[in-house]
């Protein structure tokens, strides 16, 4: 069985930075697509940012330039690196995997950590 566990959360000022951590236990990590996604309050669950098994990487247009992902395969930990946080990436935090190639749309994702929450403040 297959576990995600994030972990970085955190209410911050505008401007400010966080790292968003994910761990993955249960199968090989380093065949995964990891991938984050966020969910606003009365929104749709969003495709934030991913990275392939091959290191491939793709961001959202919102967040290019400010976050940066990141995989250790020797840890089984994948990352998000958030910096110059604005009042809109307020959301909770999902990190996901799943195996072949980067998709958007969060249905196609077999495996879900339990969300972490961000908030930032104006």
């Known amino acids: 069985q297959v576990q995600l566990v994030e972990s970085g959360g955190d209410l911050v000022q505008a401007g400010g930075s966080l790292r968003l951590s994910c761990v993955v236990s249960?199968?090989?990590?380093?065949?995964?697509?990891m991938t984050w996604f966020r969910q606003a309050p009365g929104k749709e669950r969003e495709f934030v940012a991913a990275?392939?098994?091959?290191?491939?990487?793709i961001y959202e247009d919102s967040v290019k330039g400010r976050f940066t992902i990141s995989r250790d395969n020797a840890k089984n930990t994948v990352y998000l690196q958030m910096n110059n946080l604005k009042p809109e990436d307020t959301a909770v935090y999902y990190c996901?995997?799943?195996?072949?190639?980067?998709?958007?749309?969060?249905?196609?994702?077999?495996?879900w950590g339990q969300g972490t929450q961000v908030t930032v403040s104006s």
């Open positions: 990275v392939s098994w091959s290191g491939n990487i």
């Open positions: 249960g199968r090989t990590f380093s065949n995964y697509v």
């Open positions: 996901a995997a799943k195996d072949g190639s980067v998709v958007y749309r969060p249905s196609r994702y077999a495996y």
